[in-house]
């Protein structure tokens, strides 16, 4: 079946310091991924969506800058959090799509929670 | 752009009680998906259901892309299906999975 791994479960960095978070995708090919946060209040936010072979599109508040992603093959996307302050905390969530198009369900990762300190 | 409105945003049963949680959108629909989300933050994806109905044990979900809603049907339910429920959608030309904000459903047993 079709599985997607995230990791690290959680994370507690300093302030100002920078958290990587990866995404694999095992059992289809991950022609999408899309990054979201959810914050403590447990709302989701997309920060961005990558699509193989087309520039990943940020939504508003959201920045390249700040957080870098990488979707380099099929199977793997990773996200960073460069310069986390308090106001990044919350669960990062990955939900890789296979298949062309815009149609195909969602599969995610479990998450990776930043605590900030 | 589109938007989610997922309702009620909380919900008590008593045990044996059914639960019927909505979805609706401002867009037209591509796809609709409802998750459970663990309390250690993992969603599991229960249906993906663009259209028509679906069902899974105590479960079912209908899609009417006509009257724009999903809804999630929980027959009998049990202290075990406490927790939270989302749906994400996306329309077809901005490809952007969007969820609603979460029903918490508690079961008392």
């Known amino acids: 079946g079709a599985l997607v791994y995230q990791y690290p479960r959680r994370t507690i960095c300093k302030s100002g310091t920078s958290m990587r978070m990866e995404c694999q995708a095992v059992?289809?090919?991950?022609?999408?991924v899309a990054w979201y946060r959810q914050s403590p209040q447990k709302t989701f936010e997309l920060i961005a969506l990558s699509t193989v072979n087309s520039a990943i599109k940020y939504e508003q508040n959201f920045t390249q800058e700040k957080f870098p992603i990488s979707h380099p093959n099929l199977s793997f996307s990773s996200m960073t959090v460069l310069n986390a302050y308090l106001e990044d905390r919350g669960l990062y969530l990955c939900?890789?799509?296979?298949?062309?198009?815009?149609?195909?369900?969602?599969?995610f990762g479990e998450g990776s929670k930043l605590t900030v300190l | 752009g589109q938007q989610v409105q997922q309702s009620p945003a909380s919900l008590v049963l008593q045990e044996g009680e059914n639960a019927e949680l909505q979805c609706n959108f401002s867009t037209s629909l591509n796809s609709m998906q409802w998750f459970y989300q663990r309390p250690g933050g993992s969603l599991v994806s229960l249906f993906y259901n663009p259209s028509g109905t679906k069902q899974s044990g105590r479960l079912t979900s209908t899609t009417v892309i006509k009257e724009r809603r999903s809804s999630l049907h929980i027959s009998s339910s049990q202290t075990t299906d406490s927790g939270t429920y989302l749906c994400?959608?996306?329309?077809?030309?901005?490809?952007?999975?969007?969820f609603g904000k979460g029903t918490s459903l508690v079961v008392h047993p």
């Open positions: 994400a959608m996306d329309s077809g030309g901005n490809y952007k999975p969007t």
């Open positions: 059992g289809f090919q991950a022609t999408s």
């Open positions: 939900g890789a799509r296979e298949g062309l198009g815009n149609t195909g369900q969602l599969y």
